[in-house]
């Protein structure tokens, strides 16, 4: 018999004991020469015969690719030393998801086109990966979450009991020119809720990020919320009688605020037709530091500010109070939010906007569903460990 | 003060200990009356307003879309009860290649179409699903991940040591008529090593498979696995002087045997020039029963009986003998194996094949890397779904979750808050009701979601516990506690 002794050295402070084990007399192994590397001539000959080797050379009948070897522009490989790390984010995403009681889901990463074709000039349709697929069908490579979520809502309709908690971890891209050195694709996280009309909803879901944060060690001195609601704009436009179809483009307009020159959002503002003398009342609103400044301007009578004070009222019973802060230039960059926004921010000011969010209490009939009130998230993987 | 009572009721055998908590009186909530489904109108009209509603009706200047509340032909949505289907088998998927000690990697979804383009006459290329960016450039949604890994590979060039045992779970597209009622996406789970020629890699996989198919109930007299090498034809090619450059096709076809007509086998495999002399002795060589039998053609001095033996061999040490078979005919339907291939199958003969696999030890120079020896297997999320139904092996999968909190009282929705921000700090999952609900409501979803314990924060705890005592899942261990504020 042959005795085979398995050899284990201390490699960690945690010790294995060793195994010894007796195994019965087997035939050694076909020992094989062949080379680990082959170098590979790169002709089109056939059957041309490599020296030395015992394996009968294989040519199959290939033209020699120049294949680039890394992904293509703006895409990401995951060697292991990245995939642990994407393991980890997703992994917190998840548990704290799971932690709230939301229910996993998924949805194709390719959608029709027409999902995501919105009028309001936003940035994300500008970008939108689209293309003919091979029956000549426009579709895209989703940029974002939410459309496919109120789309699987719909096809649910009163087979799923309300309120719903969802949360989804998939990856979504865009097109952008190559010039500005940016990904196309990132990983984003959501949580929504469906069919639950009280800021309660809007209050949860930026409790699960703030809860997010602690567990990956981020405190409120790093990050925090900037809160605002598209009400506020609502109000104005009723007060100065400007037409409601025109909410959605303007939105995206503030939303450019620190992004561009006040000139030039002056400019666009002046494009929609809203006069001079409104949008000097429109800027003013949107620079008001307070909610108190705030509640001067609108009255106090309407949604706008009793939300908000909602949810700072329940910020306390949720223990994030420090986190959030009101800040009326906060619109989001999304036609569909109708209440609530907020986005997550670096307190020393060098990176993007971490995450951002709201109710869109409208989507739904946009797809020839009936409207649920609803709010979410996105918070992409790429800011976050810029800031961890 | 006003006292917070807050009633738990023993749902499982398992009982958790109710939590007391005090709280400092605080403003009542602002209470609103929006109603909780709008009809919208689906109308263009600009301004349009709703009676009855609260809020400024509102109308972005959308046209009326006609979206299709399905997902694109050929793919899939995940709601939840899916969704924990594909989590629990990704998870086994995951478990395996860890105890394996394999590392997880991962790739664009997206890829330049050259990395796919293998002029063997591949099913995998006729249906790969290719278009032009909006840059113009040909790029395809990948149709499997090796090659992907092989670029990956060679871009780490010398900075990663071999063997490399990596494995990865990752969607993979096709486009095909839809005709045929098939699906154009489905998730695959590789597993691959790198760097090693022995044919110990190849016996390895399929230990995985096995270790996987074990774990959730399937045993060697459900599935089991077919087992030649590519090194077959290779011999057979130089005994019979059949240029090496229509290895690729010849495979493809081969593989085509027990999916089409022999003579359609045999005509396509005269395209290819090769006589029709050599053709039937190629197919005596594929229809061969035994691993015997076979050496009694090729002789036994090659290497294609040799690697079969050594695999039979270690599948006795791996203990996965009842498994594997020998099956001439397997050569599997991609260009670029070359040595052991493998496939698993269900022994009733109803499905296609759950997995398979080989040896490529020449994919690399394809894409302008030296040659590496490599071998992997690849296994598809849909048939190992069908054969776990047809062995009523799915599993039971519902929603868990461990706290249900609910205010029944408007006042007290912060209280509910800090209750559930409370559990939560303490790790225990809490599906928190965002208004205030009466019980029956309460109590159905807390079965719908199945909450292990309810806790329900309400003033009248007498009217409370009679009404619990009434609902039949109740009954027994009704607890109560009150606390002042």
Redesign the interface.
């Known amino acids: 018999m042959r005795a085979i002794h398995i050899v284990t050295t201390r490699l960690s402070s945690s010790f294995i004991r060793p195994v010894l084990l007796d195994f019965v007399s087997?035939?050694p192994?076909?020992q094989?020469s062949?080379p680990?590397?082959?170098?590979?001539a790169?002709s089109k000959v056939?059957?041309g015969s490599r020296s030395g080797s015992?394996?009968?050379?294989?040519?199959?009948?290939?033209?020699?690719?120049?294949?680039?070897?890394?992904?293509?522009k703006g895409?990401?490989?995951?060697?292991?030393e990245d995939?642990?790390l994407?393991?980890w984010l997703f992994n917190h995403f998840k548990e704290v998801s799971?932690?709230?009681?939301y229910?996993?889901?998924?949805?194709?990463?390719?959608?029709?086109e027409?999902?995501f074709?919105?009028?309001?000039g936003e940035e994300i349709r500008d970008q939108l990966?689209?293309?003919?697929?091979?029956?000549n069908r426009r579709?895209a490579?989703r940029p974002e979450l939410t459309p496919?979520l109120a789309?699987?809502v719909?096809?649910?309709g009163k087979s799923v009991?309300?309120?719903l908690?969802?949360f989804a971890v998939g990856?979504c891209?865009r097109?952008e020119r190559m010039t500005r050195g940016r990904r196309r694709?990132h990983y984003q996280w959501n949580m929504d809720?469906i069919?639950?009309?009280?800021v309660?909803?809007e209050?949860?879901l930026i409790?699960s990020i703030v809860?997010f944060f602690k567990r990956i060690g981020i405190t409120a001195s790093d990050v925090g919320f900037k809160v605002s609601s598209r009400?506020v704009l609502?109000?104005f436009?009723?007060k100065y009688g400007v037409?409601?179809?025109?909410?959605?483009?303007v939105c995206i307009i503030i939303d450019k605020i620190e992004k561009i020159p006040i000139d030039e959002i002056k400019k666009e503002l002046g494009f929609t037709g809203i006069s001079d003398d409104a949008i000097e009342q429109l800027l003013q609103v949107f620079s008001v530091k307070s909610l108190d400044d705030l509640e001067d301007i609108l009255g106090g009578a309407g949604?706008a500010i009793?939300d908000l004070?909602?949810l700072f009222?329940?910020a306390?019973?949720?223990?994030y109070s420090e986190w959030i802060q009101f800040d009326a230039s906060v619109v989001r960059g999304l036609?569909?939010y109708?209440g609530i926004v907020f986005e997550g921010f670096d307190r020393e000011g060098k990176l993007r906007a971490i995450c951002g969010g709201g109710r869109y209490?409208?989507l739904?009939?946009?797809?020839?569903?009936?409207?649920?009130?609803a709010c979410g998230f996105g918070f992409g993987d790429a800011v976050i460990v810029e800031v961890s």
Do not use: H
């Open positions: 087997c035939s192994l076909r094989f062949t680990r590397r082959f170098i590979c790169a056939n059957g015992i394996v009968a050379p294989l040519v199959v009948n290939e033209e020699f690719q120049n294949i680039d070897v890394n992904p293509p895409t990401r490989d995951f060697p292991p995939m642990r994407r393991n799971r932690l709230f009681g229910e996993e889901v998924d949805f194709p990463v390719l959608e029709t027409a999902l074709i919105r009028k309001a990966y689209c293309f003919e697929d091979r029956g579709v490579l496919s789309r699987l719909i096809q649910k009991s309300l309120p908690k969802w990856q891209w097109y694709e809720i069919g639950m009309p009280e309660t909803a209050a949860e409790s809860t009400k609502q109000e436009f009723k037409p409601e179809d025109l909410f959605g483009r949604e009793a004070k909602q009222s329940l306390e019973k949720f223990g036609a569909y109708t209490d409208r739904l009939s946009t797809y020839g569903g009936d409207d649920i009130p």
